[in-house]
């Protein structure tokens, strides 16, 4: 976030007029308020809030704050600040969190903040965010992106009774560090609403929007808002088409919950809570430790294919197997001669695990350009020596986390597998393969998808903490039956692998009712 930064690194996405209105309507209702627009950028926001106190009736000069960083940006904001009437002074150049004690106490903030990652934000940067906090320091958590500093601060600067309506990315609800922040809001607004953006409105960005629209600022007394998320589509056919106002209520939510939980139809959270209260269900995190796989620090240096270890003249003493992609996950098993027949194929699954830097083969390899690159990436810096990566034994079965067809695979190869999968170790009671076939199962399906995060571009994902969660069906299968669903995995047979996995565990294994069994595949069907 320097003055001088790129518009990624500063986050400049600018607020399309049609958001910017519907904000600006929603938020100012009346023609004498103090409108602040923290990160004002040209000025989108602040443009919709000076129409709007102009229709409220407001003659003169319009009571508007904007600050910002960019000065290129800055200098179109006092422009517009000019064509509306207003000083100059209203306008402010430089970082919003070394200016709060020029600013005045708001009736509203709109706000736009950027969307910068934690480690693309300066340290110094981020000390002066976190001294501005004061009292709301601790809500932010380390790794935060930009904006969830500027959503803890802003409530500091609005009055009594004050609104917020600020664009946010879809990571206030899929992210760790968003959830602190929502609950702080909750416990100083009277009322949370969000609207979920279903669309593009920063086609530019990966992330999808959230709008939210905090009203009713008080002091922290105890009281909690009801917190409630709409969805709405995006874009719109006409752009005057965009009304964030509705008469129909939205979903009520907890600060944590995640945006498909959320969404999800009250039918299929009540087979949830059934599910939880059945003995033949465990959550994976009570049959296995779940962990995260191997973190090489810099995978294009770490993995090599069979021409590349033979051109390097590395033996097998110094590589080990490996498995790094989901698309070689044919079936329920990841075997030998699945990974044999990849590396045939030319695939990089040869993990260098130097035994020691004295061979010639090691040598010839630590001494290229990109070893150098390696070494210099903040993972490898950190260990000793830097070319080995850390690594325990292999897994008996691997998680796959991200997207819609998470699942368990048994891994027979007994392949390392990288930070693309979770580690499942130390399994009670129940084979690899039983977990296998069980993670095709309608249980795990609803399971897995109402405790995955929604990240842009509608991408599932689940963190650590979710897959420990994910419920799980237990039941032993025969090995002829595990082959059965194998077989169909192979083949693409993705749907009907998972309705034999229904029948063989749910139905003649645990032995459900097919009416129970439909609601539950039906509840699977029904999340995002
Ligand atoms: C996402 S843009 C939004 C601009 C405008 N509010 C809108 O809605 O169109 C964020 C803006 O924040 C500015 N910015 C980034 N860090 C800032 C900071 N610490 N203080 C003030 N402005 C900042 C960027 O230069 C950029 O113009």
Same mark, same amino acid.
């Given at each position: 976030?320097?003055?001088?930064g ?5 986050g ?5 007029q049609a ?5 600006a ?13 923290p ?5 989108h926001l602040?443009a919709?809030?000076e129409k709007r ?5 407001r003659k003169r ?10 000065g ?10 000019r064509a509306?009437?207003?000083?100059d002074?209203?306008a ?10 020029d ?7 709109l706000?736009n903040?950027?969307y ?5 934000i300066p ?5 002066t ?5 004061n ?15 500027f959503?803890a ?7 009594a ?9 879809t990571?206030?609800?899929a992210?760790?560090y ?10 100083v607004?009277?009322t949370?609403?969000l609207?979920?953006?279903?669309? #593009? ?6 992330q999808? =929007?959230? !709008?939210l629209? $905090?009203?009713? /600022?008080?002091? %922290?007394?105890g ?8 969805r ?9 088409d ?8 939205g ?5 944590g919950?995640?945006?498909p939980r959320?969404?999800?139809p009250?039918?299929a ?7 939880m209260?059945?003995s ?11 962990e ?5 620090g810099?995978?294009g240096?770490?993995h090599l294919?069979?021409? #590349?270890?033979?051109r390097?003249g590395?033996?097998? =003493?110094? !590589?080990t197997? $490996?498995l790094? /992609?989901?698309r %070689? ?7 030998a ?15 260098l ?9 090691v ?11 390696a ?19 292999p ?8 997207g ?5 695979v ?6 390392q597998?990288s ?5 499942l =170790? ?9 977990l296998?076939v069980?993670s ?8 897995a998808?109402l405790n ?14 979710d897959?420990?969660?994910v ?9 002829r039956d595990?082959?059965r669903v194998?077989n169909l995995?192979?083949a693409?047979?993705?749907d009907?692998a998972?309705?034999?996995a229904?029948?063989l565990?749910l139905?003649?294994g645990l032995?459900?009712?097919k009416?129970f ?5 039906l509840?699977?069907?029904?999340i995002q």
């Amino acid at each position: 976030m320097k003055a001088s930064g790129s518009r990624r690194e500063r986050g400049a996405y600018f607020t399309p007029q049609a958001v910017a209105e519907a904000l600006a309507n929603w938020a100012i209702k009346s023609r004498s308020e103090i409108v602040l627009d923290p990160s004002a950028g040209r000025g989108h926001l602040l443009a919709a809030a000076e129409k709007r106190l102009r229709d409220l009736g407001r003659k003169r000069n319009p009571l508007i704050w904007g600050v910002e960083l960019h000065g290129r940006s800055f200098q179109k904001l006092v422009t517009s600040f000019r064509a509306w009437g207003i000083s100059d002074k209203n306008a402010l150049e430089g970082d919003f969190f070394s200016r709060v004690a020029d600013l005045p106490k708001c009736d509203v903030a709109l706000m736009n903040p950027p969307y910068v990652r934690h480690h693309d934000i300066p340290t110094a940067t981020k000390d002066t965010m976190v001294n501005a906090l004061n009292g709301t320091r601790g809500i932010v958590d380390g790794r935060a992106s930009a904006w969830a500093y500027f959503l803890a601060l802003i409530p500091e600067l609005l009055k009594a009774g004050g609104r917020i309506a600020a664009v946010l990315p879809t990571d206030l609800l899929a992210s760790d560090y968003g959830e602190p922040v929502l609950a702080y809001l909750q416990k100083v607004f009277s009322t949370v609403n969000l609207i979920y953006c279903d669309g #593009d409105v920063f086609p530019a960005l990966s992330q999808q =929007t959230i !709008l939210l629209l $905090a009203d009713g /600022r008080h002091k %922290d007394d105890g009281r909690k808002a009801d917190m409630k998320l709409r969805r709405v589509r995006y874009p719109v056919q006409g752009q005057d088409d965009f009304s964030i106002t509705s008469k129909r209520n939205g979903k009520t939510f907890s600060a944590g919950d995640t945006l498909p939980r959320i969404l999800a139809p009250k039918s299929a959270l009540a087979i949830e809570a059934r599910l939880m209260k059945r003995s033949d269900v465990k959550s994976i995190g009570d049959i296995a430790k779940v962990e995260l796989g191997y973190v090489t620090g810099d995978n294009g240096f770490f993995h090599l294919s069979t021409a #590349d270890a033979k051109r390097f003249g590395l033996s097998d =003493t110094h !590589l080990t197997k $490996a498995l790094t /992609r989901e698309r %070689d996950l044919l079936g329920v098993r990841f075997t030998a001669a699945d990974w044999k027949r990849r590396m045939k194929e030319g695939a990089r699954d040869w993990l260098l695990t130097p035994t020691n830097g004295q061979s010639r083969g090691v040598r010839n390899l630590l001494k290229r350009k990109a070893a150098e690159e390696a070494h210099n990436s903040h993972k490898c810096d950190i260990r000793e020596p830097w070319w080995r990566v850390p690594l325990v034994d292999p897994p008996r079965a691997l998680m796959v986390y991200m997207g819609s067809k998470a699942r368990i695979v048994s891994n027979t190869a007994r392949a390392q597998v990288s930070n693309s999968f979770f580690r499942l =170790t130390t399994i009670k009671d129940l084979s690899p393969n039983d977990l296998a076939v069980a993670s095709l199962t309608s249980v795990f399906r609803l399971s897995a998808g109402l405790n995955s995060r929604l990240l842009g571009g509608g991408l599932l994902k689940l963190e650590l903490s979710d897959a420990r969660r994910v419920l799980i069906a237990t039941h032993s299968i025969r090995s002829r039956d595990i082959r059965r669903v194998d077989n169909l995995l192979r083949a693409g047979q993705w749907d009907d692998a998972c309705q034999l996995a229904d029948r063989l565990i749910l139905e003649r294994g645990l032995g459900w009712s097919k009416t129970f069994i439909d609601s539950v595949r039906l509840a699977a069907s029904q999340i995002q």
